[in-house]
């Protein structure tokens, strides 16, 4: 699958500036009841691929969304830029242009082409003029890999191609960090290079600023700067993927990361453990 090389002019440059691009500081954020995020503190410097990991309901895409501003926080602090985005009074819109983001699902408009699809945001948004729009649309397809697809609608198209078309998409608006929810998870598994591909290019190729939520354990070895391991909503350990892959330093990672490795091999040495679902909880 013949991928383009990033082209830093299409994908668009890092703020260049010291100190994190994001950074969250004692963050909580609740569903009624359900603590979902407890007391987050993490930071993501330019250029840098993190990579977050951890059993469903640990909080890891509520953590994505939240620095998204699609869920409201109750506590803490959110810094984007050197500037808190969770203060009043923040342009919302304005804040999602420079944080680009993209889900499991990919929401991908059925009725317009993948044309239509990347351009209606920018000419609608940042009032693009539409051939400028375009071009920049034909750009990122390159850098996608699907530059014979513009005309075509998203029922045309695989699951793997919808996936790259939604990076694209993402792309539009010349992020300054792009986040990335299990953008695999719902793909069949034949389709997964390819999005893993797109996502490698843009880490090397160009240092575009990444936070990915993720179960692919290879592209957290091979691409993550480093890699965070979250559980019951709370951050348990983090560092380069080679110490927390391999030499996991607290007990709840190790078993998580054989039961994970272990489902690549086989299932005949896995057990059921009491307690496993009430521990791990809900919320992403």
């Known amino acids: 699958m013949p991928v383009s090389v990033v082209d830093e002019r299409v994908v668009g440059t890092g703020n260049g500036k010291l100190g994190p691009v994001v950074r969250l500081e004692r963050v909580r954020k609740s569903f009624g009841d359900n603590l979902v995020l407890d007391g987050i503190d993490l930071e993501v410097a330019s250029g840098e691929v993190l990579v977050v990991i951890g059993p469903s309901g640990s909080g890891k895409s509520t953590l994505l969304r939240c620095v998204n501003l699609l869920e409201p926080i109750q506590e803490g602090r959110i810094f984007f830029e050197g500037h808190e985005i969770t203060a009043k009074g923040v342009d919302v819109t304005a804040v999602r242009q420079r944080i680009g983001i993209v889900f499991q699902q990919f929401n991908l408009f059925p009725h317009l082409t993948v044309m239509n699809n990347l351009t209606l945001a920018a000419r609608r948004i940042r009032k693009l003029p539409r051939a400028e729009a375009e071009n920049r649309a034909r750009e990122l397809l390159d850098v996608v890999g699907l530059p014979e697809k513009a005309d075509q609608h998203p029922h045309q198209l695989s699951g793997g191609q919808q996936q790259r078309v939604a990076i694209a998409r993402a792309l539009m608006m010349s992020p300054t960090v792009v986040l990335f929810d299990e953008v695999t998870s719902a793909l069949d598994p034949e389709l997964v290079g390819e999005v893993l591909v797109v996502m490698r290019d843009l880490a090397r190729g160009h240092g575009t600023t990444m936070l990915v939520v993720t179960h692919e354990m290879q592209f957290a070895r091979e691409v993550g700067d480093r890699v965070v391991f979250m559980d019951g909503g709370r951050i ?30 086989a299932l005949d040495d ?7 679902d009430e521990e791990e909880g809900a919320g992403g």
């Open 270 to 276: 896995l057990t059921v453990d009491e307690g496993v």
């Open 236 to 265: 348990v350990e983090q560092g380069a993927p080679r110490d927390v892959l391999d030499n996991p330093r607290e007990e709840r990672t190790r078993r998580f990361l054989r039961r994970t490795l272990a489902l690549d091999h």
